[in-house]
């Protein structure tokens, strides 16, 4: 059973910093993970991603340059430190994991359950 499990979330003002962890468990290997975001009425938007090995990364233009994605590969983590938080940045942030299963082929998809972050102006 691979689970995600994410915290971190919580009220600041605008300007000030979050960081969010996410905790993979399970007999599995991380190929990657992502961090979206999502607000009420509106689709999920990506945020940023990175690979489990190489540590490559990818951000969504709203995050360069104050967002940075990291992982623990001892303690199965990522994070999404978020730096000059803005207003708009208020959302459900997710954790989406790409994992390889022991035992099964192929890679997986999992989501966490989800961590509000709002950001007061």
């Known amino acids: 059973q691979v689970q995600l499990v994410e915290s971190g979330g919580g009220l600041v003002q605008a300007g000030g910093s979050l960081r969010l962890s996410c905790v993979v468990s399970?007999?599995?290997?991380?190929?990657?993970m992502g961090w979206f975001r999502q607000t009420p009425g509106k689709e999920r938007e990506f945020v940023t991603y990175?690979?489990?090995?190489?540590?490559?990364?990818w951000y969504a233009d709203s995050a360069k340059g104050r967002f940075t994605i990291a992982r623990d590969h001892a303690k199965n983590t990522g994070y999404l430190q978020m730096n000059s938080l803005k207003p708009e940045d208020t959302a459900v942030y997710y954790c989406?994991?790409?994992?390889?299963?022991?035992?099964?082929?192929?890679?997986?998809?999992?989501w966490g359950q989800g961590t509000q972050v709002t950001v007061s102006s």
């Open positions: 989406d994991a790409v994992v390889e299963v022991l035992g099964q082929p192929g890679r997986y998809a999992y």
């Open positions: 399970g007999r599995t290997s991380i190929y990657a």
């Open positions: 990175i690979t489990w090995s190489g540590g490559d990364t």
